[in-house]
């Protein structure tokens, strides 16, 4: 990163003295223009080059790769650029500096990238201290590890493949691996070959002793890794955490983490915030519309399931008359969802005022009290009933393991026409386990839509 840093100043010095010397054209740029442009610049390429995989520890197949990258990267780093000059309204920007620029940072960055691969690469096949690597393990583990060790930059290793000749078998595709059926001779090897770190492979069907094999390397002060037996191809997700220094391997449900649920946390106060104002401000019009529509309460209380089983009352303008809750049985068999969700068309218990809301999703309002209190998020699955958690199969209560939203991702789309309660649940799995912060803007942007629309609830 210091050295991009430094080929990107480089780069700006070079354009601007470039410009002044070889291009006669008149032109004006200022010297707080000239240093906010290669500021912004080293700044931005730091990010990018980490985005676009430029400070990944996988090695690039071909250096064309790195090219693409780099180029790309500074693509984005110069629309930056351009679109912060634009606000800044700098009309002393020089746009042939910055393709100048541009030219010289892609060859400095692309260059010193070339010179520093070869550099290491020349270091980790002849170092003398390059990292001397045996693994042990069998068939796809053994094979998954030793083409990571290939794809992985370092100052240097290489995997010990030159075994006894009674187990010259243990090659699996030209890559090297002791299996466990001659894991006895571990002591052997280790003793006659020169080697740094033992990684086990082992699975967990494989009945070893495997405490008395990393005690061996242990008293002759050679270092180990294990991968765990609950790890396999299929389910990569398994993560290792420490608490209060002691070592867990925990396997995590869904794609958040403590960085997203902070960001996540302060967009939905802020939102919360604005959209309690606007409850509050509706209230009074809402109340009379809905009392002299029909006789009952203002606003609607029920206990929903929130998050891991947690209850809470959500918060909503009545729609319904007063004793919806009673007739709802009588309307199962107008059940229009294939599953424990109940929805019916044209519910003859929504009052007209009702309707209105509902079409509006005005009647989703008060729920901003509930994310304010923490006890929904402005996006995430919808909470749903006690009767319906009580039909739910094992594997749908994964979509109440995180914050009830008041949008989602099935409400964005077009859960009018979702009646299968499967396809909710793949929706909302699909949430949870490939979410990203600037998802939950996305769906709060085609919320704003679906609403100028007045696609709201049936």
Same mark, same amino acid.
């Given at each position: 990163?210091?050295?991009?840093?430094?080929?990107?100043?480089?780069?700006?010095?070079?354009?601007?003295?470039?410009?002044?010397?070889?291009?006669?054209?008149?032109? *004006? %740029?200022?010297?707080?223009? #000239? &240093?906010? !442009? =290669?500021?912004?610049?080293?700044?931005?390429? /730091?990010?990018?080059?980490?985005?676009?995989?430029?400070?990944?520890?996988?090695?690039?197949?071909?250096?064309?790769?790195?090219?693409?990258?780099?180029?790309?990267?500074?693509?984005?780093?110069?629309?930056?650029?351009?679109?912060?000059?634009?606000?800044?309204?700098?009309?002393?920007?020089?746009?042939?500096?910055?393709?100048?620029?541009?030219?010289?940072?892609?060859? *400095? %960055?692309?260059?010193?990238? #070339? &010179?520093? !691969? =070869?550099?290491?690469?020349?270091?980790?096949? /002849?170092?003398?201290?390059?990292?001397?690597?045996?693994?042990?393990?069998?068939?796809?583990?053994?094979?998954?590890?030793?083409?990571?060790?290939?794809?992985?930059?370092?100052?240097?290793?290489?995997?010990?493949?030159?075994?006894?000749?009674?187990?010259?078998?243990?090659?699996?595709?030209?890559?090297?691996?002791?299996?466990?059926?001659?894991?006895?001779?571990?002591?052997?090897?280790?003793?006659?070959?020169?080697?740094?770190? =033992?990684?086990?492979?082992?699975?967990?069907?494989?009945?070893?002793?495997?405490?008395?094999?990393?005690?061996?390397?242990?008293?002759?002060?050679?270092?180990?890794?294990?991968?765990?037996?609950?790890?396999?191809?299929?389910?990569?997700?398994?993560?290792?955490?420490?608490?209060?220094?002691?070592?867990?391997?925990?396997?995590?449900?869904?794609?958040?983490?403590?960085?997203?649920?902070?960001?996540?946390?302060?967009?939905?106060?802020?939102?919360?915030?604005?959209?309690?104002?606007?409850?509050?401000?509706?209230?009074?019009?809402?109340?009379?519309?809905?009392?002299?529509?029909?006789?009952?309460?203002?606003?609607?209380?029920?206990?929903?399931?929130?998050?891991?089983?947690?209850?809470?009352?959500?918060?909503?303008?009545?729609?319904?008359?007063?004793?919806?809750?009673?007739?709802?049985?009588?309307?199962?068999?107008?059940?229009?969802?294939?599953?424990?969700?109940?929805?019916?068309?044209?519910?003859?218990?929504?009052?007209?005022?009702?309707?209105?809301?509902?079409?509006?999703?005005?009647?989703?309002?008060?729920?901003?009290?509930?994310?304010?209190?923490?006890?929904?998020?402005?996006?995430?699955?919808?909470?749903?009933?006690?009767?319906?958690?009580?039909?739910?199969?094992?594997?749908?209560?994964?979509?109440?393991?995180?914050?009830?939203?008041?949008?989602?991702?099935?409400?964005?789309?077009?859960?009018?026409?979702?009646?299968?309660?499967?396809?909710?649940?793949?929706?909302?799995?699909?949430?949870?386990?490939?979410?990203?912060?600037?998802?939950?803007?996305?769906?709060?942007?085609?919320?704003?839509?679906?609403?100028?629309?007045?696609?709201?609830?049936?």
């Amino acid at each position: 990163m210091c050295l991009d840093s430094l080929c990107v100043v480089f780069a700006g010095y070079l354009a601007y003295y470039f410009r002044i010397y070889f291009d006669t054209r008149p032109w *004006l %740029l200022t010297e707080t223009s #000239f &240093l906010i !442009s =290669v500021i912004v610049i080293m700044v931005a390429n /730091n990010y990018t080059f980490n985005k676009f995989g430029l400070y990944s520890p996988t090695r690039f197949r071909h250096f064309s790769r790195a090219w693409w990258q780099i180029f790309k990267a500074l693509g984005v780093d110069f629309i930056v650029l351009a679109s912060i000059m634009f606000f800044l309204r700098e009309k002393t920007f020089s746009r042939a500096f910055m393709a100048y620029f541009g030219a010289f940072a892609f060859l *400095l %960055l692309g260059i010193q990238r #070339f &010179l520093f !691969s =070869v550099y290491t690469d020349s270091k980790s096949r /002849n170092g003398f201290s390059r990292r001397k690597i045996l693994i042990v393990g069998q068939d796809d583990r053994a094979r998954v590890i030793s083409e990571a060790f290939e794809r992985q930059l370092s100052w240097g290793h290489e995997l010990v493949c030159d075994f006894p000749e009674k187990i010259r078998n243990a090659c699996l595709d030209g890559r090297c691996a002791l299996p466990p059926t001659c894991i006895t001779l571990l002591p052997q090897i280790l003793r006659e070959k020169e080697v740094d770190e =033992v990684v086990f492979a082992i699975s967990s069907d494989t009945s070893i002793d495997l405490k008395s094999y990393t005690d061996v390397c242990r008293k002759m002060g050679i270092s180990v890794r294990i991968l765990p037996a609950l790890w396999s191809l299929e389910s990569d997700n398994l993560r290792v955490e420490t608490v209060q220094n002691i070592p867990f391997l925990s396997i995590p449900v869904n794609n958040f983490n403590a960085i997203g649920l902070l960001y996540k946390r302060l967009l939905d106060v802020v939102g919360s915030v604005v959209g309690t104002a606007i409850f509050l401000l509706l209230f009074p019009f809402v109340a009379v519309a809905i009392k002299l529509d029909s006789p009952g309460p203002v606003l609607f209380r029920q206990r929903r399931v929130g998050q891991n089983g947690r209850v809470f009352n959500l918060l909503k303008f009545r729609t319904m008359y007063a004793d919806a809750e009673e007739r709802k049985k009588e309307l199962t068999v107008l059940n229009v969802m294939n599953g424990p969700m109940f929805k019916v068309k044209n519910d003859p218990r929504i009052t007209r005022v009702g309707r209105f809301l509902r079409k509006m999703s005005i009647d989703e309002i008060p729920q901003f009290v509930n994310v304010l209190k923490g006890e929904m998020s402005l996006v995430g699955t919808r909470p749903p009933t006690f009767d319906e958690v009580e039909r739910y199969a094992l594997a749908h209560r994964k979509r109440i393991s995180a914050k009830p939203g008041i949008t989602g991702l099935w409400q964005v789309s077009g859960r009018n026409r979702i009646d299968d309660f499967e396809k909710v649940v793949e929706l909302d799995c699909q949430y949870l386990d490939r979410w990203r912060f600037f998802d939950d803007i996305k769906i709060l942007l085609r919320t704003v839509v679906v609403v100028l629309m007045r696609k709201g609830a049936f």
